[in-house]
């Protein structure tokens, strides 16, 4: 089964402290990961992905199979930061088809001045 | 930039009454998906579709569901006899391909209210 937890419903940090939001897996298989955000009355979207080992908008996060965890990162939180951040999760699959995503319970990130 | 629409923002309806939720995927994306949100819980997969096929479902999508794309452009979900425990909030996705890295973009969401 394919399970994903993000322990932190809430999180609230100062603005320029470091930000670090949870998140562990459960899959068999070789995972493919995700950060998806939702910034106020606006979409999710994707944030960055295992795969890419890209920073976007100074986030970071290391896939680490051997404690099953993806957590985000980010050194100087800014205000801007404050969202709603998802951790997915899509397994491989052995035929063609559309990849479902696993999504976390989500962590409400807050930045306070 | 081009993005995933979805059809009504908000939608409320009666128990037992039929519902169609409406996506319209980005242009070149061949892989569509639906997901919905309970207040104050999970995002949660309900059903792939590629090819003019569903690709998988969860348990959430039974006999009340369906989805379709009647055309080049949309696709719907429909549930032929809402429930109470129907009411969330949809979110239409499409991706270009199906691989397990591939980025999913999503709609803005149908808010739907079963009463």
């Known amino acids: 089964a394919q399970r994903v937890t993000q322990p932190e419903k809430l999180l609230s940090v100062f603005k320029g402290a470091p930000v670090e939001l949870k998140c562990n897996y459960s899959y068999s298989g070789s995972p493919e990961l995700f950060w998806y955000v939702q910034y106020s009355r606006q979409r999710l979207q994707l944030l960055l992905r295992?795969?890419s080992r890209e920073s976007i908008k100074g986030f970071t996060a290391d896939l680490n199979k051997g404690e099953t965890s993806f957590h985000l990162k980010k050194p100087f939180a800014q205000e801007e930061d404050s969202a709603m951040y998802y951790c997915?999760?899509?397994?491989?699959?052995?035929?063609?088809?559309?990849?479902?995503?696993?999504f976390g319970q989500g962590t409400r990130l807050t930045i306070n001045p | 930039e081009p993005e995933v629409t979805q059809t009504p923002s908000h939608q409320v309806t009666q128990m037992g009454q039929e519902v169609i939720l409406r996506c319209v995927p980005i242009?070149?994306?061949?892989?569509f998906y639906w997901y919905r949100q309970i207040l104050g819980q999970k995002v949660e997969f309900l059903v792939s579709?590629?090819?003019?096929?569903?690709?998988?479902k969860s348990e959430i999508f039974d006999d009340q569901f369906s989805v379709e794309r009647p055309d080049g452009s949309n696709f719907t979900l429909k549930i032929r006899s809402t429930k109470l425990e129907d009411s969330a909030m949809y979110f239409c996705?499409?991706?270009?391909?199906?691989?397990?890295?591939?980025?999913?973009?999503f709609g803005p969401g149908t808010r739907l209210l079963v009463l």
């Open positions: 242009s070149n994306h061949l892989y």
């Open positions: 295992h795969i």
């Open positions: 997915a999760l899509s397994g491989r699959r052995a035929y063609q088809g559309a990849q479902k995503l696993v």
């Open positions: 579709f590629y090819n003019n096929e569903i690709s998988e």
């Open positions: 996705a499409s991706s270009e391909e199906g691989r397990p890295s591939e980025t999913q973009y």
